[in-house]
């Protein structure tokens, strides 16, 4: 399986602003995907990180409040904007490396006051 | 929408007895079934997974069966230990898109 490293681990941020998740694949791969667990919660799509085009967006996601970037095939970039309490959660990136096969980042903690 | 299901959402089981944790799904067509393991304060890892053509895999103490009929999946652990206690996800792949919709979790704690 690939090797995933998110950037960064740990934040802890003020409501309003913005924080910008990094994540990074030491090969290519096909698809790459952003996830948000809430604490003691499940996984949740945020979107398809699509490598030279617009993101695809999950119902209840949407572009102004989580901006995505995919410039190539081994990194990608989600943005959370304009934050609030509500929004302290951990986001994860997974990637695609074969037909279905999905494998996670580490997680970025993110705690907004 | 579509919607997976897991059961039970909590489960204790002594060192050495097996473990079973069941999913159902919506989505009929399917093609893909993970599970991953998360511990605490770690990522989820995948551990088996089972595709729609196979009823049934197996991996050393781990074994994933498929009624597509029904549309349930199940993740079987045996003679299990201490280390397996963590939360397992399913997750069924939705309709051909790559994308996953995964369960709400199972905490599984094994009792030494």
């Known amino acids: 399986s690939a090797v995933i490293s998110q950037k960064p681990s740990r934040d802890i941020c003020q409501r309003g602003t913005s924080l910008t998740i990094q994540c990074q694949v030491d090969?290519?791969?096909?698809?790459m995907f952003w996830y948000r667990q809430q604490p003691g919660q499940s996984l949740t799509l945020i979107a398809t990180?699509?490598?030279?085009?617009?993101?695809?967006?999950e119902s209840g996601f949407v572009i102004d409040k989580f901006p995505i970037s995919r410039p190539n095939l081994t990194f990608s970039t989600l943005t959370v904007s304009n934050m609030s309490p509500e929004d302290s959660s951990i986001y994860l990136c997974?990637?695609?490396?074969?037909?279905?096969?999905?494998?996670f980042g580490p997680g970025t903690r993110l705690t907004v006051t | 929408g579509e919607n997976v299901e897991q059961h039970p959402s909590t489960l204790s089981v002594q060192e050495g007895d097996s473990a079973v944790i069941k999913c159902t799904y919506s989505?009929?067509?399917?093609?893909?079934f993970p599970w991953y393991k998360q511990e605490l304060g770690k990522r989820p890892q995948l551990i088996i997974d089972i595709r729609s053509n196979v009823g049934e895999k197996k991996d050393q103490r781990i074994a994933v069966t498929l009624n597509k009929t029904a549309k349930h999946f199940s993740l079987h652990i045996t003679e299990t230990q201490p280390e397996d206690s963590a939360v397992y996800f399913c997750a069924a792949e939705f309709s051909g898109t790559y994308k996953y919709i995964f369960g709400t979790g199972t905490r599984l704690k094994v009792l030494a």
């Open positions: 997974s990637v695609a490396t074969g037909v279905y096969e999905q494998y």
């Open positions: 990180a699509n490598q030279g085009s617009e993101a695809t967006y």
């Open positions: 989505d009929s067509a399917s093609n893909y």
């Open positions: 090969s290519q791969v096909t698809m």
